[in-house]
């Protein structure tokens, strides 16, 4: 893959399914409760699929281009992500040698023991890192491991988010903002506020759902969601 497809990219989330509807909330980590939700756990588990997802994050990082030396993953969601798409990417540079492109697993808990410099990290990041997640919603794992990071002084040249379920924090701020406040970059592969339309499109869910989407962006969003003129008919009929 040589070029970053939005479109193709945004076909593909909804192929696989990524983004789920549901008649009862679900708790997210972040504490809210949400009627849909976004999950990347069928594509990572899947070779054939992971293989194309990681394609487009190359694409992607190439598109914006973006020269990072190591993929940092947020623990646990995009540790698999981080760790196949840097081989890739090593594998593919003209300057691939021994010693050049680390390997580095960020953990989900800090090691209390042994040598300080594997108390974040299985393998540490150097060079320029660019940290990415799965789904960002409030941003706080991005921003852990973002802090870590900067602690150690690694350059960091970005923060990446596959998909950006688009929601404002408690404190009123967007992820993009709060990591901008650290002097990085962030960027989203895809948005909720492009893909639920498509997905409500498709799947025709309930007008109760559909109402819900509103509320939930009108709460949480950082703008409110803009449904296609099918849906809204849906809705008025409802």
Not at 6 to 35: A, H, M, T
Not at 103 to 124: T, V
Request: proline content about 4%; glycine content about 6%; overall charge negative.
């Amino acid at each position: 893959m040589d070029i970053f497809d939005q479109k193709e990219f945004n076909d593909f989330i909804i192929r696989q399914e990524v983004i789920g509807l549901f008649d009862e909330p679900v708790e997210l980590k972040s504490g809210r409760k949400s009627n849909w939700y976004i999950n990347w756990r069928k594509v990572s588990d899947d070779v054939y699929l992971f293989d194309k997802l990681t394609d487009y994050i190359i694409a992607f990082v190439e598109h914006l281009k973006l020269k990072p030396d190591c993929f940092c993953g947020v623990p646990e969601g995009a540790t698999k992500i981080s760790l196949i798409t840097q081989f890739k990417w090593a594998k593919a540079q003209p300057n691939y040698d021994l010693g050049v492109y680390p390997l580095a697993m960020a953990r989900g808990s800090e090691k209390e023991h042994g040598d300080p410099k594997d108390k974040y990290f299985i393998g540490s990041p150097k060079g320029r890192t660019l940290i990415i997640e799965d789904v960002t919603t409030t941003g706080n794992s991005m921003l852990a491991t973002l802090d870590k990071l900067i602690h150690m002084e690694v350059p960091v040249i970005g923060c990446l988010g596959i998909t950006n379920r688009n929601e404002k924090r408690d404190d009123n701020k967007t992820v993009r903002a709060v990591v901008e406040e650290r002097g990085v970059e962030y960027y989203s592969m895809s948005n909720a506020l492009d893909l639920l339309p498509e997905v409500c499109d498709k799947f025709q869910p309930d007008v109760k759902i559909l109402n819900y989407l509103r509320k939930y962006f009108k709460l949480y969003g950082t703008e409110e969601i803009n449904l296609n003129e099918s849906s809204e008919e849906i809705d008025k009929q409802g």
